[in-house]
């Protein structure tokens, strides 16, 4: 079992619809989770993080977190063409630094 | 405020042969990671440098590949010699506090 699973994708939305992202962990310790946006060719952009449980809106985002089932999620409204990425999950540990990432999810948003 | 910044942004090399890579993180960042993504698979996290010490490099897959620091400002990673699983997409990222990791473009390497 993977450490971060995503579904690999694609996730194909017409414009203007909502896009829904889902990421399951498995370590229980772990206590920060991220949004990473990744164009092709391009270094992961931070787009959203959370630490509790709960939603976190930010523009025409929202993270959603539950701990206690080990689900992460990521919305995205009013989807734009622009917003065609990759979108990575990352989770980070209690005890140090390093980032554990999930396979991504391709995101395709048709005009 | 300059990125992080990564060089070469490509690189393909020969099976055997050496190859460095460079990172210059944000000025100031104390915190610097590498991290790699091979084709098909997910980013995984090589080592983390806090100044010019080695935190963590639970992630380096063996011996052939070496990090260094110096000076606590920019980092290598040199792999040496290379072989034909190497190939990927190198990231660099820096932070000044967990948590705030701005990563840089990558350098793509291909062994052949």
């Known amino acids: 079992q993977k450490e971060v699973e995503q579904n690999s994708g694609p996730l194909s939305v017409p414009e203007g619809a909502i896009a829904s992202l889902n990421c399951t962990y498995s370590?229980?310790?772990?206590?920060?989770f991220f949004w990473y946006r990744q164009y092709s060719g391009k270094s992961p952009e931070l787009i959203m993080s959370i630490y509790s449980n709960g939603d976190k809106e930010d523009g025409r985002f929202t993270a959603q977190l539950n701990k206690a089932s080990q689900y992460v999620s990521l919305l995205i409204r009013d989807s734009q063409p622009s917003d065609s990425a990759t979108y990575l999950c990352?989770?980070?540990?209690?005890?140090?630094?390093?980032?554990?990432f999930g396979g991504g999810t391709r995101v395709l948003v048709k005009p | 405020e300059a990125g992080v910044t990564q060089f070469p942004s490509h690189s393909v090399i020969e099976k055997g042969q050496t190859v460095t890579l460079r990172c210059d993180p944000i000025s100031g960042h104390d915190n610097l990671y590498w991290y790699r993504r091979v084709m098909g698979k997910e980013i995984k996290f090589l080592l983390h440098f806090v100044k010019e010490s080695k935190q963590d490099e639970s992630g380096m897959p063996n011996n052939r590949f070496l990090a260094e620091r110096t000076g606590g400002t920019y980092s290598t990673l040199k792999v040496q010699p290379a072989e034909l699983e190497d190939s990927g997409v190198y990231f660099c990222?820096?932070?000044?506090?967990?948590?705030?990791?701005?990563f840089g473009s990558g350098t793509r390497l291909t062994v052949v």
């Open positions: 990352a989770v980070l540990k209690a005890a140090g630094n390093k980032l554990t």
């Open positions: 370590d229980r310790g772990s206590q920060s």
């Open positions: 990222a820096s932070s000044q506090v967990p948590n705030g990791y701005t």
